[in-house]
């Protein structure tokens, strides 16, 4: 059946994907890649926001300062939340699983030239 029978013109499938559905779908597929990324490092706004973060409330999180020895060491990988559909999503040391102390928000790392285009397009879509 043809969609100019009896169907409307757009269809759910035509529909542009929202912000939250482009970040969901991308972290999935990074997250079941299982695949390492370079680490290009932390925006310099959200590193110091951690840093008066870690001030306020030591031992509240692995500190930045040992979570980007980690990153630059071992490198990083995408983690979705234990609700994948909720849109969570977390940068993690390649080595860790700990998801409440050692993560950061896609939103929180460097864009650079020549990093894997998905995980760029999950940052810049992550910063709204």
């Given amino acids: 059946m043809s969609k100019h ?3 409307p013109s757009h269809s ?7 912000r939250g559905e482009k970040i969901i779908a991308l972290a999935k597929e990074l997250f079941e890649s299982n695949e ?5 490092g932390i925006d310099l ?3 110091l926001k951690m ?3 870690e001030a306020e409330d030591p031992g509240y999180t692995t500190p930045i300062d040992e979570n980007i020895e980690r990153f630059e060491n071992e490198g990083m ?3 979705q939340g234990k609700n994948p559909q909720s849109g969570n999503v977390y940068i993690l040391p390649a080595g860790s699983t700990d998801i409440e102390m050692d993560s950061i928000s896609p939103r929180q790392l460097k864009v ?5 285009p998905r995980l760029k397009e ?3 879509l992550s910063r709204g």
């Fill in 5 to 7: 029978e009896g169907f």
């Fill in 36 to 40: 390492t990324f370079a680490f290009f």
């Fill in 51 to 53: 840093k008066a973060g």
């Fill in 12 to 18: 759910e499938s035509e529909k542009e994907p929202t």
């Fill in 45 to 47: 706004e959200s590193y």
């Fill in 77 to 79: 990988k995408v983690v």
């Fill in 122 to 124: 999950l940052i810049l």
């Fill in 112 to 116: 650079k030239e020549g990093m894997d």
